[in-house]
T-cell receptor
């Protein structure tokens, strides 16, 4: 049973560019959440997708957007990249959105903005 | 709104010694609480979770944590540290009856295990 997978593993972009990160949830999971983890910090919640709609959003600007597909996979898009977007981006999936529903994390995508 | 504070960004323990990682939370409603571990260049792995059943929760690799409502704490312990426990540990909270299971994390505690 495959866990949460993310692609690419690493990515280098320059300021002003746009990036798309991808996530496939654990088999059977229907909810995908995205987190940003800056170096030396805890993960910060970006947003959550369920039934192909954004259901919750953290304190991130509109430059961060996402999408969930009918097969539950998800994309995170970041426009107009700036240096502060450099971080590890983590995708997590769960079955349902209840507070008790365990989230399983992928290995992350390391984004470097130069 | 909820928040999590982890006291001590770095903890150094000797192999075989007790591991104690501190976590305090702030929440306006009953919380669900989690401890995750992150090894270098990897994602987060769940160690244990509190979901309003027993206040003493046992997790993987001999870790356990106790929910103390009066102290708003959820400290993580392991009786005997192993070299493989060297990693970063995160405490996190979600709200009991909120729609959505957004996790709010603490800043993390990095554990160094000395031989």
């Amino acid at each position: 049973d495959a866990g949460v997978t993310q692609s690419p593993t690493h990515l280098i972009k320059t300021r002003g560019q746009q990036v798309t990160l991808r996530c496939s949830p654990k088999s059977g999971h229907d909810t995908v959440s995205w987190y940003q983890q800056a170096l030396g910090q805890g993960p910060q919640f970006i947003f959550q997708y369920y039934e192909e709609e954004e259901r919750q959003r953290g304190n991130f600007p509109d430059r961060f957007s996402g999408h969930q597909f009918p097969n539950y996979s998800s994309e995170l898009n970041v426009n107009a990249l700036w240096l502060g977007d450099s971080a590890l981006y983590l995708c997590a999936s769960s079955l349902g959105r209840g507070g008790y529903n365990e989230q399983f994390f992928g290995p992350g995508t390391r984004l470097t903005v130069l | 709104a909820q928040s999590v504070t982890q006291l001590g960004s770095h903890v150094s323990v000797s192999e075989g010694a007790l591991v104690l990682l501190r976590c305090n939370y702030s929440s306006s409603v009953p919380p669900y609480l989690f401890w995750y571990v992150q090894y270098p260049n990897q994602g987060l792995q769940l160690l244990l979770k509190y979901t309003s059943a027993a206040t003493l929760v046992k997790g993987i690799n001999d870790f356990e944590a106790e929910f103390k409502k009066s102290e708003t704490s959820f400290h993580l312990t392991k009786p005997s540290a192993h070299m493989s426990d060297a990693a970063e540990y995160f405490c996190a909270v979600t709200l009991h009856k909120a729609a959505g299971n957004k996790l709010t994390f603490g800043g993390g505690t990095r554990v160094l295990v000395k031989p």
